[in-house]
């Protein structure tokens, strides 16, 4: 009892009491922090496999959207090319002119019949619209109404022939 009243065993006591509190909560940080280690690992893990089967379906996604590009290149060069061959067949450059001409006589008909400077202003007028229908919307147009219509005479000259 008298170690008691002394006071070095009080701060003995004291200090290995405080001491024991502090090896306590190291021991149980330290567990905590364990536990932390291995949820953020199995966490990390788990993102990892989302990480990679995403990469495995972009790259499935991207291959196919890169084949389907080639694929609609190679057709695009191949309508290209057919496109080019069925304008030289022959035939096309006498249809394209009679196309020109009679675009231009219309035209001559209601404009200023009889005058040669006016029917070639007309005529390379008719020639740049032939030459615009050729590409674009007006082709198709063109083609679609002819095809539903069939040949059928143009109403300026349904009022001039009367």
């Not at 061959?85 to 450059?93: C, E, H, P, V």
């Amino acid at each position: 009892m008298e170690m008691l009243k002394n006071p070095f065993s009080w701060g003995l006591l004291l200090g290995l009491l405080l001491a024991g509190f502090v090896l306590k909560s190291a021991l149980t940080g330290r567990r905590h922090a364990r536990a932390e280690i291995k949820r953020l690992s199995a966490e990390l893990k788990e993102l990892q496999g989302h990480l990679n089967t995403q990469l495995k379906i972009n790259a499935s996604g991207n291959a196919a959207v890169h084949d389907e590009l080639e694929r609609l290149r190679q057709q695009n060069e191949n309508l290209r090319v057919n496109n080019a061959a069925l304008q030289q067949k022959a035939g096309r450059a006498e249809l394209r002119q009679l196309q020109v001409y009679e675009i231009a006589i219309r035209a001559m008909r209601e404009q200023a019949p009889g005058f040669a400077q006016a029917w070639e202003r007309v005529l390379r007028e008719a020639e740049a619209d032939v030459e615009a229908a050729d590409g674009g919307l007006k082709k198709l147009i063109r083609k679609v109404v002819s095809g539903i219509s069939g040949p059928s005479v143009p109403p300026s000259e349904d009022k001039g022939e009367s």
